[in-house]
């Protein structure tokens, strides 16, 4: 399976799935944004959970984009489009916006978290940012 995550449970707004809850809180059968059929954004429910521990100063990487929107995710992470967050870089595009800084950060708060939506895409929104999933099996 792919490896990455959405950043650590803490209360950083980077750490927020879908209709802003908290990663680390969510559960199955909860309520986030993700990607219909169409294309359209759709409340689905969360079908799986997913988690992996790590020693304290994990690295991450927050990035930030143009628009203003930023997320912190595990370098491993899929993109919407299938590409890894951590190769990544200021200037490329991701979900419709220009990445203005990609800054490796340290987690301390013990692991990375994802979810796998229900529906046919495996994509949904973490603060407000589309992204794929580390769950989803194509």
């Keep these: ?5 959405v950043g650590g449970g803490g209360g950083a ?3 927020r799935a879908g209709v802003g ?12 944004w ?4 169409d294309g359209s954004r759709a409340a689905c429910r ?4 997913g988690g992996v521990a790590f020693p304290p100063g994990h690295d991450a990487v927050r990035l930030a984009l143009a628009d203003g929107r930023s997320v912190t995710v595990s370098p491993g992470h899929p993109t919407a489009d299938g590409r890894i967050v951590g ?3 200021p200037g490329d595009r991701l979900d419709g916006a220009t ?8 987690l301390t708060d013990g692991g990375t978290y994802d979810l796998l939506p229900s529906g046919p895409t495996g994509r949904y ?5 589309l992204l794929g999933c580390t769950l989803w099996e194509d």
């Design 1 to 5: 399976g792919r490896r990455g995550g």
């Design 34 to 37: 993700a990607v219909a059929a």
């Design 99 to 106: 990445i203005i800084s990609a800054v490796t950060v340290h």
């Design 13 to 15: 707004a980077a750490r």
């Design 21 to 32: 809850v908290r990663v680390a809180v969510v559960h199955v059968g909860g309520v986030v």
């Design 87 to 89: 190769r990544l870089r």
């Design 125 to 129: 929104w973490a603060d407000g940012i």
């Design 46 to 49: 969360v079908a799986a959970l």
